[in-house]
């Protein structure tokens, strides 16, 4: 029976929690953006705002959830449920603490990049049903970004799955006792992050959505809870690049005297307020500029990275 | 690359910057005594309606949001038989004020006219009347102008001389 139990109150701990952090997240990054732009953001509802989130959702779910006439209906439906399902199942090989995971698969790390990968499909298939022109440019920017950050992402990890010598992620921290990742590793740090960034479509990489020039992007015809779950999904996904870089490069739970999940969250935090704080400062890139640094240059260092990291291991024995 | 990075610590410092949101309700911020605001209709000195229903500031009105009709009481002085103001209308520019020949109807610095119905934003003389004289004191129209009415004939104005007889021969 406890074999049966434990594992359930985790799955749900587990989904309980992330949705509520990345429904937060809207309100955390309201507020960081307002202290960095001199306001003060949502203060009215509930202490700090807090409530905020709440008001909102129920704005969401009472809202009209219109279907436009023109559209591919099942596709249409169907694609806000791929991204929240696509990050929610990444979230599973997540490790918050010592045994606090849903699953601790052998390849977890290749896993959460499969995950990752299927997420596209929301992002294209939402923008091609939708049949407007400006979901469909999105969509298509979103696919082509998506598909040239993917690469370099894997490659950037491929650093520390050398370093660990295995694709689990609980090996993989318990490999960064003596030294976090993020020291050997900085090239795949910033590597990964920057494709995390364009992994999410955040601010410096939002291309698909693009509100200046495509209205809202693949999303634009969306409304209601359909729409809520492309912007919860976004901030889900945030929660999860930031958790995976805790994990692979900042040594996840580990650290002193805090217990394990509270140096996981703290880390975790960090990472998100970083995004935040990308946000608040960067423009956007032209679109042949954001396809030409992903090509050109992260991927060649994506591979120096792994050569370089092969070598010293390899000259080590 | 390095300006990213110091663009990043800029945008890091604001943190530390004062926040230059005015809490409002909480706060409220300066309003200069010029600024337009609700409309008012105001006294004269002595208590009486300034307004003498000349029309002026409703042909002035750009967006037509002031009516009103005129009367006379039985001294013979003008007054509005109603004068009506439609808030939702109005874009406070100010130019009844300007048009105003008597410093009768005049903007002030209210701006917190919010209504939950939007038949209230239309006020009617009574909503509009304030009890005293507003931004121009000591001007009372019927005393200062040459316009004859019950117990005050021509010339008896203020600085103003008896009218000429046009019958007498010396100068």
């Known amino acids: 029976m406890r074999e049966v139990i434990i594992p359930l109150i985790i799955v749900f701990a587990v989904l309980a929690g992330v949705l509520t952090v990345s429904a937060g997240l809207i309100w955390l990054e309201r507020r960081l953006l307002a202290l960095w732009q001199d306001r003060y953001g949502p203060n009215r509802v509930g202490p700090f705002g807090l409530f905020q989130v709440v008001a909102d959702m129920i704005k969401l779910f009472m809202k009209e959830d219109w279907v436009p006439p023109f559209a591919d209906k099942f596709v249409f439906v169907l694609a806000p449920a791929i991204i929240m399902a696509t990050t929610l199942m990444s979230f599973a090989i997540v490790v918050f603490a010592p045994g606090l995971t849903v699953v601790d698969l052998s390849v977890g790390l290749l896993f959460f990049l499969a995950m990752s990968s299927l997420g596209v499909y929301s992002v294209a298939l939402a923008g091609w049903s939708s049949n407007n022109k400006y979901s469909l440019i999105g969509g298509l920017r979103a696919a082509a970004q998506m598909l040239s950050y993917e690469i370099f992402m894997g490659l950037s990890l491929m650093g520390v799955v050398l370093l660990a010598g295995s694709f689990n992620i609980t090996a993989i921290v318990e490999a960064q006792k003596k030294m976090w990742f993020c020291i050997p590793q900085l090239p795949g740090l910033v590597i990964f992050f920057i494709a995390g960034i364009a992994e999410t479509h955040r601010l410096p990489f939002d291309l698909p959505e693009a509100e200046n020039e495509l209205v809202a992007g693949y999303h634009s015809e969306y409304s209601g809870m359909k729409f809520a779950m492309f912007f919860v999904g976004e901030y889900l996904a945030v929660a999860l690049i930031s958790a995976l870089v805790a994990t692979f490069f900042l040594g996840g739970w580990l650290g002193p005297v805090l217990p394990p999940i509270i140096w996981f969250t703290i880390k975790t935090f960090a990472v998100i307020c970083l995004f935040i704080l990308l946000r608040a400062t960067l423009p956007r890139p032209r679109y042949d500029q954001l396809m030409a640094f992903g090509w050109k240059l992260m991927l060649p260092l994506a591979l120096l990275n792994i050569v370089v990291t092969g070598g010293i291991l390899l000259s080590r024995g | ?171």
């Open chain 2, 1 to 171: 690359m390095f300006g990213i990075f110091s663009g990043l610590w800029r945008v890091l410092l604001h943190a530390l910057h004062k926040r230059v949101t005015v809490q409002y309700p909480e706060k409220k911020s300066y309003l200069p005594p010029r600024w337009r605001g609700r409309i008012i209709l105001s006294r004269d000195p002595d208590g009486g309606e300034r307004c003498v229903a000349c029309y002026l500031c409703a042909a002035a009105c750009p967006v037509d949001c002031i009516s009103l009709q005129s009367t006379e009481d039985e001294h013979g002085r003008r007054y509005p038989a109603f004068f009506r103001i439609n808030f939702s209308r109005c874009i406070f520019c100010g130019l009844c004020e300007e048009a105003c020949p008597t410093y009768a109807i005049q903007l002030t610095p209210d701006y917190e006219m919010g209504e939950f119905n939007r038949q209230e934003m239309v006020y009617e003389k009574e909503d509009l009347l304030i009890a005293g004289e507003g931004k121009y004191k000591g001007y009372n129209f019927y005393k200062a102008a040459g316009v004859s009415i019950a117990n005050k004939d021509k010339g008896q104005a203020q600085n103003e001389l008896p009218p000429v007889d046009m019958h007498d021969l010396l100068p």
